[in-house]
């Protein structure tokens, strides 16, 4: 059986869409902030237009920075559905940008993960101007989105990354490998690219380099198999790289990232010890 489902029953997509329009993402705490929607972040010679929204505390100048990465399955999503866990770092005074990022089936690997990496760059570049600390930057995404949060921050020499939260994360794409949506996502079958899917995946990117990691996974996932989680700390065990797991008790796929419990305090507690100079 597939360890990647690539088909939501449509109760819970409908949940997913009521509870993102509600703001109930994560149940962001109240903060006073200061959003900016629709950033452009690419050049005008880029694939696609691309976007994200940057969300600061009030009062807070260069703070440190956490990017957003959403997930939806490499297909689907956007920026804005990573509301509440902005609105939750905010509250304990980080700053957020939550990425767009270009989605199949126009676009297969490594599209996605060329612009995560651009809107790193640009963040650095355009740090005074919107008054961030990026040399304080973590990065955060759920699903694909941790996918391709992990991996960037693995394979992007710079800015660099000093800390990565990592929920519910396909992190292996060889023990994922028949999932037809994994097929699609690399544009061909593994027994005709094992290269290419290795190198997609962040646990076989891991290095005693890797910066500290905190991950989380629903004990309930049919979605992302909880293998995931474990094989991706074991690698990070084996480089001796800081890390946490933390599983979210009687929760599957979907609801981990709308209620993800103690889990979400406990990542920004995580992120605090290394972005917090």
Known sequence: MSTLRTLIPP???LTLYLCLGMGLTGCGASAAMRVDEGLVFSPPDWPQPLA?????????????LVVLVHGGSWKSGKPGHMR????????R???SFSVQYRLLPDWRFPAQLEDVQLALR????????????AGRLGIWGYSAGAHLASLAALVTDAPRVRAVVSGGNPADLLYASTSPLVEALMGGPFDDMPDAYRAASPLHQVTAGAPPTFIYHASWDWIVATEHARRLQAALDDAGVPNELHWLPMRGHIVG???PGEARERAIDFLDRYLRD
């Open 52 to 64: 994200g929204d940057l969300v600061r505390p009030d009062g807070c100048s260069r703070c440190p």
């Open 93 to 95: 005074g980080y700053a």
């Open 122 to 133: 640009w963040l650095a570049r355009e740090a005074d101007a919107l008054d961030i600390d």
């Open 11 to 13: 109760i819970v997509t």
């Open 257 to 259: 990232f709308f209620l």
């Open 84 to 91: 509440g866990f902005a609105e939750a770092l905010a509250a």
